[in-house]
Protein backbone atom coordinates (compact mmCIF):
# COMPACT_ATOMS: atom_id res chain seq x y z
CA UNK A 1 0.00 0.00 0.00
CA UNK A 2 1.52 3.13 -1.10
CA UNK A 3 1.53 5.68 1.70
CA UNK A 4 -0.47 8.96 0.01
CA UNK A 5 1.78 12.09 -1.96
CA UNK A 6 2.06 15.39 -1.14
CA UNK A 7 -0.95 16.34 -3.10
CA UNK A 8 -2.88 13.72 -1.93
CA UNK A 9 -2.15 14.63 1.88
CA UNK A 10 -3.71 18.15 0.53
CA UNK A 11 -6.46 17.10 -1.08
CA UNK A 12 -7.61 14.77 1.53
CA UNK A 13 -7.28 17.56 4.19
CA UNK A 14 -9.42 19.78 2.11
CA UNK A 15 -12.16 16.98 1.96
CA UNK A 16 -12.14 17.25 5.25
CA UNK A 17 -12.19 20.74 5.61
CA UNK A 18 -15.26 21.52 3.16
CA UNK A 19 -17.33 18.30 5.20
CA UNK A 20 -16.32 18.90 8.56
CA UNK A 21 -14.31 22.16 9.09
CA UNK A 22 -10.46 22.82 9.31
CA UNK A 23 -10.19 21.59 13.14
CA UNK A 24 -10.97 18.59 12.46
CA UNK A 25 -8.76 18.55 9.19
CA UNK A 26 -5.91 19.42 10.90
CA UNK A 27 -5.75 16.27 12.86
CA UNK A 28 -6.48 14.46 9.60
CA UNK A 29 -3.43 16.01 8.00
CA UNK A 30 -1.73 15.61 11.04
CA UNK A 31 -2.38 11.47 11.22
CA UNK A 32 -1.57 11.58 7.10
CA UNK A 33 1.59 13.34 7.35
CA UNK A 34 3.06 11.75 10.11
CA UNK A 35 1.46 8.04 10.43
CA UNK A 36 -0.31 6.36 13.32
CA UNK A 37 -0.33 8.79 17.19
CA UNK A 38 -1.56 8.61 20.13
CA UNK A 39 -4.28 11.07 21.67
CA UNK A 40 -1.07 12.35 23.20
CA UNK A 41 1.05 13.17 20.90
CA UNK A 42 -1.61 14.36 18.68
CA UNK A 43 -2.37 16.76 20.98
CA UNK A 44 1.78 17.58 21.25
CA UNK A 45 1.90 18.04 17.51
CA UNK A 46 -1.31 20.13 16.03
CA UNK A 47 -0.84 22.51 19.50
CA UNK A 48 -4.71 22.00 20.20
CA UNK A 49 -6.41 21.03 23.67
CA UNK A 50 -7.42 17.32 24.92
CA UNK A 51 -10.67 17.38 24.08
CA UNK A 52 -10.13 18.87 20.57
CA UNK A 53 -8.56 16.12 19.64
CA UNK A 54 -11.24 13.51 21.23
CA UNK A 55 -14.08 15.47 19.26
CA UNK A 56 -12.31 15.38 16.32
CA UNK A 57 -10.91 11.96 16.30
CA UNK A 58 -14.86 11.33 17.18
CA UNK A 59 -16.01 12.40 14.20
CA UNK A 60 -13.51 10.97 12.00
CA UNK A 61 -14.10 7.57 13.48
CA UNK A 62 -17.57 8.07 12.99
CA UNK A 63 -17.72 9.11 9.00
CA UNK A 64 -15.03 5.56 9.02
CA UNK A 65 -11.71 8.24 7.84
CA UNK A 66 -9.69 7.24 11.23
CA UNK A 67 -9.12 3.59 12.66
CA UNK A 68 -8.11 2.96 15.79
CA UNK A 69 -5.91 -0.05 17.24
CA UNK A 70 -4.07 -1.01 20.31
CA UNK A 71 -0.36 -2.05 20.52
CA UNK A 72 1.95 -3.70 22.89
CA UNK A 73 4.84 -2.02 24.16
CA UNK A 74 7.66 -4.07 25.70
CA UNK A 75 8.99 -2.93 28.63
CA UNK A 76 11.97 -2.52 30.20
CA UNK A 77 13.84 -5.15 32.25
CA UNK A 78 12.01 -6.38 35.06
CA UNK A 79 9.05 -4.21 33.79
CA UNK A 80 5.66 -5.12 32.08
CA UNK A 81 4.78 -4.44 28.85
CA UNK A 82 2.27 -1.66 28.42
CA UNK A 83 -0.78 -1.10 26.06
CA UNK A 84 -1.28 1.78 23.67
CA UNK A 85 -4.35 3.15 21.89
CA UNK A 86 -2.71 5.00 18.01
CA UNK A 87 -5.06 6.38 15.58
CA UNK A 88 -4.93 6.00 12.00
CA UNK A 89 -5.89 7.86 9.59
CA UNK A 90 -7.74 6.18 6.23
CA UNK A 91 -6.32 8.23 3.02
CA UNK A 92 -8.31 5.88 0.58
CA UNK A 93 -11.88 6.37 2.63
CA UNK A 94 -11.32 9.96 2.83
CA UNK A 95 -11.10 9.89 -1.25
CA UNK A 96 -14.20 8.03 -1.64
CA UNK A 97 -16.42 10.56 0.13
CA UNK A 98 -15.99 12.66 -3.45
CA UNK A 99 -17.76 9.24 -4.96
CA UNK A 100 -20.70 9.34 -2.79
CA UNK A 101 -22.86 10.45 -5.76
CA UNK A 102 -21.36 7.51 -8.01
CA UNK A 103 -22.22 4.85 -5.10
CA UNK A 104 -26.05 6.38 -5.03
CA UNK A 105 -26.04 6.44 -8.83
CA UNK A 106 -25.59 2.47 -8.57
CA UNK A 107 -27.63 1.63 -5.92
CA UNK A 108 -30.74 3.51 -7.47
CA UNK A 109 -30.14 1.29 -10.64
CA UNK A 110 -30.28 -1.77 -8.79
CA UNK A 111 -32.64 -1.18 -5.54
CA UNK A 112 -35.90 0.32 -4.34
CA UNK A 113 -36.66 3.74 -3.08
CA UNK A 114 -36.25 2.89 0.46
CA UNK A 115 -33.13 0.74 -0.25
CA UNK A 116 -31.63 4.25 -1.86
CA UNK A 117 -33.05 6.24 1.23
CA UNK A 118 -31.63 4.05 3.82
CA UNK A 119 -28.23 3.88 1.57
CA UNK A 120 -28.06 7.80 1.54
CA UNK A 121 -28.50 7.56 5.34
CA UNK A 122 -25.37 5.77 5.65
CA UNK A 123 -23.37 8.11 3.08
CA UNK A 124 -24.00 11.01 5.72
CA UNK A 125 -23.71 9.10 9.15
CA UNK A 126 -20.89 7.13 8.66
CA UNK A 127 -22.01 4.30 10.61
CA UNK A 128 -25.55 3.44 11.92
CA UNK A 129 -27.40 0.82 14.39
CA UNK A 130 -30.84 -0.69 12.63
CA UNK A 131 -32.23 1.22 15.83
CA UNK A 132 -30.69 4.54 14.19
CA UNK A 133 -31.80 3.54 10.67
CA UNK A 134 -35.95 2.44 12.19
CA UNK A 135 -35.56 6.12 14.02
CA UNK A 136 -34.15 7.68 10.47
CA UNK A 137 -37.72 5.86 8.92
CA UNK A 138 -40.08 6.88 11.43
CA UNK A 139 -40.79 10.64 10.72
CA UNK A 140 -44.37 10.00 8.44
CA UNK A 141 -44.77 6.35 8.84
CA UNK A 142 -46.39 4.13 11.69
CA UNK A 143 -43.61 2.46 13.58
CA UNK A 144 -44.32 -1.19 12.46
CA UNK A 145 -44.25 -0.16 8.94
CA UNK A 146 -40.97 2.04 9.43
CA UNK A 147 -39.76 -1.27 11.39
CA UNK A 148 -40.55 -3.87 8.20
CA UNK A 149 -39.54 -1.24 5.93
CA UNK A 150 -36.18 -0.27 7.23
CA UNK A 151 -35.49 -4.54 7.93
CA UNK A 152 -36.36 -5.28 4.47
CA UNK A 153 -34.55 -2.41 2.75
CA UNK A 154 -31.04 -3.34 4.92
CA UNK A 155 -31.85 -6.45 4.07
CA UNK A 156 -31.68 -6.02 -0.42
CA UNK A 157 -28.88 -3.84 0.62
CA UNK A 158 -26.79 -6.83 2.86
CA UNK A 159 -27.31 -9.12 -0.05
CA UNK A 160 -26.47 -6.94 -2.54
CA UNK A 161 -22.89 -6.17 -0.73
CA UNK A 162 -23.76 -2.54 -0.59
CA UNK A 163 -23.28 -2.23 3.16
CA UNK A 164 -21.29 -4.85 5.60
CA UNK A 165 -20.59 -5.15 9.54
CA UNK A 166 -18.15 -2.43 10.91
CA UNK A 167 -14.98 -3.25 11.61
CA UNK A 168 -13.63 -4.20 15.14
CA UNK A 169 -13.54 -0.75 17.31
CA UNK A 170 -10.12 -1.04 18.13
CA UNK A 171 -8.12 -4.41 17.25
CA UNK A 172 -4.82 -5.07 18.69
CA UNK A 173 -2.01 -5.55 16.59
CA UNK A 174 0.96 -7.89 17.93
CA UNK A 175 4.58 -6.20 17.24
CA UNK A 176 6.76 -8.55 14.72
CA UNK A 177 8.80 -11.48 16.28
CA UNK A 178 12.40 -10.19 16.17
CA UNK A 179 12.84 -13.61 17.14
CA UNK A 180 11.40 -15.42 14.47
CA UNK A 181 13.91 -15.87 11.38
CA UNK A 182 12.67 -14.76 8.05
CA UNK A 183 11.04 -16.74 5.91
CA UNK A 184 12.29 -17.98 2.35
CA UNK A 185 10.26 -16.80 0.03
CA UNK A 186 8.28 -19.80 -2.21
CA UNK A 187 6.18 -19.65 -5.26
CA UNK A 188 3.04 -20.25 -2.98
CA UNK A 189 4.40 -17.72 -0.51
CA UNK A 190 4.00 -14.93 -3.36
CA UNK A 191 0.58 -15.89 -3.87
CA UNK A 192 -0.69 -15.31 -0.01
CA UNK A 193 1.32 -12.64 0.63
CA UNK A 194 1.21 -11.09 4.44
CA UNK A 195 0.06 -7.61 5.04
CA UNK A 196 2.95 -5.53 5.45
CA UNK A 197 2.18 -1.82 5.99
CA UNK A 198 0.64 -0.53 9.39
CA UNK A 199 -2.23 0.14 7.27
CA UNK A 200 -2.50 -3.47 5.56
CA UNK A 201 -2.11 -4.72 9.26
CA UNK A 202 -4.46 -3.27 11.23
CA UNK A 203 -7.04 -3.09 8.13
CA UNK A 204 -6.67 -6.58 8.43
CA UNK A 205 -7.18 -7.58 12.08
CA UNK A 206 -10.42 -5.16 12.00
CA UNK A 207 -11.94 -6.47 9.39
CA UNK A 208 -14.80 -9.24 10.54
CA UNK A 209 -14.62 -12.56 9.37
CA UNK A 210 -16.66 -13.23 5.92
CA UNK A 211 -19.05 -15.16 7.87
CA UNK A 212 -19.82 -12.00 9.93
CA UNK A 213 -19.23 -9.12 7.36
CA UNK A 214 -22.98 -9.25 5.82
CA UNK A 215 -24.80 -11.45 8.45
CA UNK A 216 -28.17 -10.56 8.82
CA UNK A 217 -29.99 -11.20 11.92
CA UNK A 218 -32.99 -9.22 13.66
CA UNK A 219 -33.76 -9.95 16.65
CA UNK A 220 -37.76 -9.29 17.69
CA UNK A 221 -39.18 -9.92 21.50
CA UNK A 222 -43.00 -10.48 20.88
CA UNK A 223 -45.41 -8.89 23.59
CA UNK A 224 -47.18 -11.95 24.54
CA UNK A 225 -44.30 -14.41 25.62
CA UNK A 226 -41.11 -11.92 25.70
CA UNK A 227 -39.56 -14.65 23.64
CA UNK A 228 -37.06 -13.90 20.98
CA UNK A 229 -36.67 -14.97 17.74
CA UNK A 230 -34.66 -14.63 14.77
CA UNK A 231 -36.23 -13.16 11.49
CA UNK A 232 -33.61 -12.80 9.06
CA UNK A 233 -36.11 -11.65 5.72
CA UNK A 234 -34.68 -13.74 4.05
CA UNK A 235 -37.65 -16.72 4.05
CA UNK A 236 -35.66 -19.51 5.65
CA UNK A 237 -37.58 -22.00 7.89
CA UNK A 238 -37.39 -21.48 11.64
CA UNK A 239 -34.88 -24.21 12.46
CA UNK A 240 -32.46 -22.13 10.15
CA UNK A 241 -33.70 -19.33 11.81
CA UNK A 242 -32.38 -20.57 15.02
CA UNK A 243 -28.97 -21.64 14.00
CA UNK A 244 -28.07 -18.48 12.25
CA UNK A 245 -29.40 -16.36 15.53
CA UNK A 246 -26.75 -18.78 17.46
CA UNK A 247 -24.35 -18.54 14.77
CA UNK A 248 -24.66 -14.80 15.40
CA UNK A 249 -24.16 -14.82 19.08
CA UNK A 250 -21.55 -16.82 18.77
CA UNK A 251 -19.46 -14.09 16.12
CA UNK A 252 -20.49 -11.43 18.75
CA UNK A 253 -23.13 -9.83 17.01
CA UNK A 254 -26.40 -8.42 19.02
CA UNK A 255 -28.80 -8.21 17.19
CA UNK A 256 -29.62 -4.57 16.84
CA UNK A 257 -26.51 -3.21 18.22
CA UNK A 258 -24.66 -4.22 15.42
CA UNK A 259 -23.01 -1.14 13.47
CA UNK A 260 -23.61 -0.88 9.78
CA UNK A 261 -21.37 1.10 6.79
CA UNK A 262 -21.09 1.09 3.31
CA UNK A 263 -19.18 -1.17 1.60
CA UNK A 264 -16.75 0.28 -0.53
CA UNK A 265 -14.91 -2.64 -1.26
CA UNK A 266 -18.41 -3.34 -3.57
CA UNK A 267 -18.06 -0.29 -5.41
CA UNK A 268 -14.43 -0.19 -6.48
CA UNK A 269 -14.84 -3.58 -7.89
CA UNK A 270 -17.83 -2.53 -10.10
CA UNK A 271 -15.79 0.39 -11.29
CA UNK A 272 -13.16 -1.92 -11.95
CA UNK A 273 -15.11 -4.06 -14.25
CA UNK A 274 -16.87 -1.30 -15.72
CA UNK A 275 -13.38 0.48 -16.71
CA UNK A 276 -11.79 -2.35 -18.31
CA UNK A 277 -15.17 -2.92 -20.42
CA UNK A 278 -15.26 0.64 -21.50
CA UNK A 279 -11.09 0.40 -22.39
CA UNK A 280 -11.62 -2.64 -24.39
CA UNK A 281 -14.62 -1.08 -26.23
CA UNK A 282 -12.62 2.02 -27.25
CA UNK A 283 -9.41 -0.15 -27.80
CA UNK A 284 -10.90 -3.17 -29.75
CA UNK A 285 -14.68 -3.52 -30.24
CA UNK A 286 -18.15 -4.21 -29.52
CA UNK A 287 -18.08 -8.03 -29.52
CA UNK A 288 -14.69 -7.78 -26.95
CA UNK A 289 -16.52 -5.48 -24.87
CA UNK A 290 -19.69 -8.05 -24.71
CA UNK A 291 -17.48 -10.94 -24.15
CA UNK A 292 -15.42 -9.60 -21.18
CA UNK A 293 -18.54 -8.22 -19.58
CA UNK A 294 -20.05 -11.99 -19.71
CA UNK A 295 -16.67 -13.36 -18.49
CA UNK A 296 -16.63 -11.08 -15.24
CA UNK A 297 -20.26 -11.32 -14.80
CA UNK A 298 -19.60 -14.85 -14.45
CA UNK A 299 -16.76 -14.78 -12.40
CA UNK A 300 -18.53 -12.05 -9.85
CA UNK A 301 -19.27 -14.50 -7.25
CA UNK A 302 -16.26 -16.22 -7.41
CA UNK A 303 -14.08 -13.37 -7.05
CA UNK A 304 -13.47 -12.85 -3.28
CA UNK A 305 -11.12 -9.73 -3.23
CA UNK A 306 -11.61 -6.55 -5.37
CA UNK A 307 -8.49 -6.48 -6.59
CA UNK A 308 -7.98 -10.00 -7.60
CA UNK A 309 -6.05 -9.56 -11.63
CA UNK A 310 -7.37 -12.74 -13.34
CA UNK A 311 -10.72 -14.48 -13.53
CA UNK A 312 -11.23 -17.91 -13.10
CA UNK A 313 -11.12 -20.18 -15.82
CA UNK A 314 -14.62 -20.89 -17.96
CA UNK A 315 -15.65 -23.51 -20.34
CA UNK A 316 -16.75 -21.40 -24.25
CA UNK A 317 -19.95 -22.37 -23.50
CA UNK A 318 -20.96 -20.76 -20.24
CA UNK A 319 -19.52 -17.54 -21.86
CA UNK A 320 -22.04 -17.95 -24.71
CA UNK A 321 -24.55 -18.53 -22.38
CA UNK A 322 -24.17 -15.54 -20.61
CA UNK A 323 -23.45 -13.71 -23.94
CA UNK A 324 -26.74 -14.64 -25.40
CA UNK A 325 -28.96 -13.07 -22.46
CA UNK A 326 -28.00 -9.26 -23.68
CA UNK A 327 -29.19 -7.87 -26.25
CA UNK A 328 -26.05 -6.97 -27.88
CA UNK A 329 -24.76 -10.76 -27.57
CA UNK A 330 -27.70 -12.06 -29.38
CA UNK A 331 -26.24 -11.27 -32.77
CA UNK A 332 -23.11 -13.05 -32.10
CA UNK A 333 -22.22 -16.83 -33.27
CA UNK A 334 -19.62 -18.96 -31.63
CA UNK A 335 -16.76 -17.90 -34.30
CA UNK A 336 -17.11 -14.62 -33.48
CA UNK A 337 -17.06 -14.77 -29.66
CA UNK A 338 -13.78 -17.40 -30.24
CA UNK A 339 -12.31 -14.40 -32.10
CA UNK A 340 -13.13 -11.61 -29.36
CA UNK A 341 -11.94 -13.89 -27.00
CA UNK A 342 -8.35 -14.14 -28.95
CA UNK A 343 -8.46 -10.54 -29.07
CA UNK A 344 -8.82 -9.86 -25.41
CA UNK A 345 -5.71 -12.17 -25.44
CA UNK A 346 -7.61 -14.80 -22.83
CA UNK A 347 -5.50 -17.47 -21.56
CA UNK A 348 -6.69 -20.80 -23.79
CA UNK A 349 -6.93 -24.23 -21.60
CA UNK A 350 -7.08 -27.49 -23.16
CA UNK A 351 -10.49 -28.34 -22.77
CA UNK A 352 -11.74 -24.61 -24.44
CA UNK A 353 -11.62 -22.63 -21.57
CA UNK A 354 -10.41 -19.36 -21.70
CA UNK A 355 -8.80 -17.16 -18.64
CA UNK A 356 -8.61 -12.96 -19.17
CA UNK A 357 -5.69 -11.05 -17.34
CA UNK A 358 -7.76 -7.70 -15.82
CA UNK A 359 -4.44 -7.04 -15.06
CA UNK A 360 -3.12 -6.32 -18.29
CA UNK A 361 -6.11 -4.43 -19.54
CA UNK A 362 -5.65 -2.16 -16.65
CA UNK A 363 -1.99 -1.48 -17.40
CA UNK A 364 -3.00 -0.58 -21.00
CA UNK A 365 -5.56 1.90 -19.73
CA UNK A 366 -2.81 3.35 -17.61
CA UNK A 367 -0.66 3.53 -20.34
CA UNK A 368 -2.78 5.15 -22.68
CA UNK A 369 -4.16 7.75 -20.12
CA UNK A 370 -0.18 8.62 -19.71
CA UNK A 371 0.19 8.76 -23.55
CA UNK A 372 -2.57 11.14 -23.82
CA UNK A 373 -1.60 13.61 -21.55
CA UNK A 374 2.17 13.42 -22.95
CA UNK A 375 0.18 13.88 -26.19
CA UNK A 376 -1.64 17.23 -24.69
CA UNK A 377 0.86 18.57 -23.25
CA UNK A 378 3.94 18.46 -25.05
CA UNK A 379 2.95 17.76 -28.72
CA UNK A 380 3.12 14.77 -31.28
CA UNK A 381 6.38 14.36 -31.61
CA UNK A 382 7.09 14.00 -27.88
CA UNK A 383 4.23 11.24 -27.88
CA UNK A 384 6.32 9.39 -30.74
CA UNK A 385 9.16 9.30 -28.27
CA UNK A 386 7.39 8.79 -25.07
CA UNK A 387 4.92 5.73 -26.72
CA UNK A 388 8.44 4.22 -28.25
CA UNK A 389 10.03 4.72 -25.08
CA UNK A 390 7.20 2.67 -22.97
CA UNK A 391 6.62 -0.07 -25.75
CA UNK A 392 10.70 -0.62 -25.72
CA UNK A 393 10.73 -1.10 -21.81
CA UNK A 394 14.67 -0.56 -21.96
CA UNK A 395 17.22 2.20 -22.30
CA UNK A 396 17.75 3.15 -25.75
CA UNK A 397 20.08 5.43 -26.74
CA UNK A 398 19.18 9.35 -28.26
CA UNK A 399 20.56 8.33 -31.98
CA UNK A 400 18.30 4.95 -31.95
CA UNK A 401 15.24 7.07 -29.89
CA UNK A 402 15.79 9.87 -33.55
CA UNK A 403 15.73 7.34 -36.16
CA UNK A 404 13.30 5.17 -34.99
CA UNK A 405 10.68 7.84 -33.80
CA UNK A 406 11.60 9.55 -36.98
CA UNK A 407 12.24 12.77 -35.32
CA UNK A 408 14.81 15.48 -36.29
CA UNK A 409 18.36 15.10 -34.32
CA UNK A 410 18.04 18.77 -33.53
CA UNK A 411 15.15 18.87 -32.10
CA UNK A 412 15.47 14.84 -29.89
CA UNK A 413 17.45 16.37 -27.36
CA UNK A 414 15.14 19.25 -26.71
CA UNK A 415 12.10 16.79 -26.17
CA UNK A 416 14.15 14.15 -24.19
CA UNK A 417 15.10 17.11 -21.65
CA UNK A 418 11.89 18.06 -21.22
CA UNK A 419 10.05 14.90 -20.91
CA UNK A 420 13.13 14.13 -18.52
CA UNK A 421 12.74 17.66 -16.21
CA UNK A 422 8.85 16.74 -16.01
CA UNK A 423 10.03 13.71 -14.24
CA UNK A 424 7.96 11.55 -17.44
CA UNK A 425 11.56 10.00 -18.71
CA UNK A 426 14.54 8.60 -16.66
CA UNK A 427 18.47 9.09 -17.83
CA UNK A 428 21.59 7.80 -17.69
CA UNK A 429 25.22 8.39 -18.49
CA UNK A 430 27.82 6.09 -20.17
CA UNK A 431 31.04 7.38 -20.58
CA UNK A 432 33.47 4.87 -22.91
CA UNK A 433 37.12 5.55 -21.89
CA UNK A 434 39.91 5.65 -24.20
CA UNK A 435 41.56 7.08 -27.09
CA UNK A 436 38.46 9.60 -27.38
CA UNK A 437 36.31 9.89 -24.21
CA UNK A 438 32.89 9.20 -25.33
CA UNK A 439 29.40 10.43 -23.77
CA UNK A 440 26.27 8.42 -24.52
CA UNK A 441 22.67 9.52 -22.95
CA UNK A 442 20.04 6.12 -22.71
CA UNK A 443 16.33 7.13 -22.03
CA UNK A 444 13.57 4.92 -20.74
CA UNK A 445 9.87 5.39 -19.28
CA UNK A 446 10.91 3.92 -15.57
CA UNK A 447 6.63 3.60 -14.54
CA UNK A 448 7.15 2.94 -10.59
CA UNK A 449 8.35 6.41 -10.52
CA UNK A 450 5.87 7.82 -13.21
CA UNK A 451 3.24 6.53 -12.05
CA UNK A 452 3.36 8.08 -8.67
CA UNK A 453 4.70 11.13 -10.09
CA UNK A 454 1.16 11.14 -12.82
CA UNK A 455 -1.09 10.26 -9.52
CA UNK A 456 0.43 13.36 -7.58
CA UNK A 457 0.23 15.81 -10.24
CA UNK A 458 -3.63 14.55 -10.61
CA UNK A 459 -4.20 15.01 -6.94
CA UNK A 460 -2.99 18.52 -7.35
CA UNK A 461 -4.99 19.14 -10.58
CA UNK A 462 -8.58 17.81 -8.82
CA UNK A 463 -7.66 20.35 -5.70
CA UNK A 464 -7.59 23.29 -8.10
CA UNK A 465 -10.33 22.02 -9.84
CA UNK A 466 -12.74 22.00 -6.50
CA UNK A 467 -11.28 25.01 -5.22
CA UNK A 468 -12.10 26.94 -8.32
CA UNK A 469 -15.86 25.25 -7.96
CA UNK A 470 -16.07 26.56 -4.18
CA UNK A 471 -14.69 30.08 -4.86
CA UNK A 472 -17.57 30.44 -7.90
CA UNK A 473 -19.79 29.47 -5.70
CA UNK A 474 -19.08 31.45 -2.91
CA UNK A 475 -18.48 34.43 -5.02
CA UNK A 476 -22.14 34.53 -6.28
CA UNK A 477 -23.82 32.76 -3.13
CA UNK A 478 -26.11 36.30 -2.84
CA UNK A 479 -27.38 35.00 -6.39
CA UNK A 480 -28.15 32.16 -5.38
CA UNK A 481 -30.34 32.64 -1.96
CA UNK A 482 -32.32 34.78 -4.87
CA UNK A 483 -35.90 33.54 -4.99
CA UNK A 484 -36.45 32.27 -8.72
CA UNK A 485 -39.17 34.83 -9.51
CA UNK A 486 -36.21 37.58 -9.28
CA UNK A 487 -33.48 36.36 -11.29
CA UNK A 488 -34.49 38.59 -14.38
CA UNK A 489 -32.02 40.22 -16.74
CA UNK A 490 -28.30 40.36 -16.11
CA UNK A 491 -29.27 38.34 -13.20
CA UNK A 492 -30.61 35.22 -15.43
CA UNK A 493 -27.18 35.69 -17.31
CA UNK A 494 -25.00 35.62 -14.35
CA UNK A 495 -27.05 32.55 -12.60
CA UNK A 496 -27.13 30.75 -16.36
CA UNK A 497 -23.10 31.53 -16.71
CA UNK A 498 -22.52 30.41 -13.08
CA UNK A 499 -24.77 27.08 -13.87
CA UNK A 500 -22.77 26.21 -16.92
CA UNK A 501 -19.19 26.78 -15.35
CA UNK A 502 -20.56 24.48 -12.83
CA UNK A 503 -21.38 21.89 -14.62
CA UNK A 504 -18.83 22.26 -17.15
CA UNK A 505 -16.18 21.59 -13.19
CA UNK A 506 -18.08 18.93 -12.39
CA UNK A 507 -17.64 17.11 -15.19
CA UNK A 508 -14.40 17.53 -15.29
CA UNK A 509 -14.17 16.82 -11.89
CA UNK A 510 -15.82 12.95 -12.34
CA UNK A 511 -13.39 12.02 -15.59
CA UNK A 512 -10.38 12.83 -13.01
CA UNK A 513 -11.72 11.21 -10.41
CA UNK A 514 -11.91 8.16 -12.72
CA UNK A 515 -8.56 8.67 -13.52
CA UNK A 516 -7.37 8.70 -10.49
CA UNK A 517 -9.26 5.25 -9.41
CA UNK A 518 -7.13 3.78 -12.82
CA UNK A 519 -4.11 4.58 -11.00
CA UNK A 520 -4.83 4.16 -7.45
CA UNK A 521 -7.40 2.05 -6.90
CA UNK A 522 -7.82 -0.42 -9.70
Not at 211 to 232: M, N, P, V, Y
Not at 333 to 358: F, P, Q
Not at 359 to 378: G, M, W
Request: aromatic share 6%; with cysteine.
Amino acid sequence: MVPPSQYGIKYAGHIISSHFGDLVAKVCECLLRRGPLTHQNIVRFTEMSASQVKNCLLVLIQQNCVQAFSVEHPGGVGDTSRRSTEYLALFDNIIHRMRFPKFVAVVSQELDKECVELFQGLLQHGRLTLEKMIDRAKSGQEDSTAQDATREALSKLANARFVEHCPDPEPHLSPPSEEAPARKRTKSSKMVAEPETIEERVLAAATPMEAKRFLIIFDTTTEEDGQKTGDSFLGVGEKRKSDALESNKELGSDGEQVLWRVNVQEFMHRFRHKACVENVRERLDGGAAVALSAMLEISKSMEKKVKTDNSVPLSINTIYEEVMKGEAGRAMTLDHLRASLVMLGCEKGVDESYKIDLKNIIEQAQNEEVESIVLKRYGQEAYRIFRLLSKANCLLETGKISDTAFVDKKEISKILFRLWKDQFLHMEKIVVTGPRQTQFLLWKVDKTTLWPHVLDEMYHAVLNLNLRVAYELEKENELLNLPIEKRSGPLEKRYNRLRTVRLLLESSLMKLDDAIMLFHDF
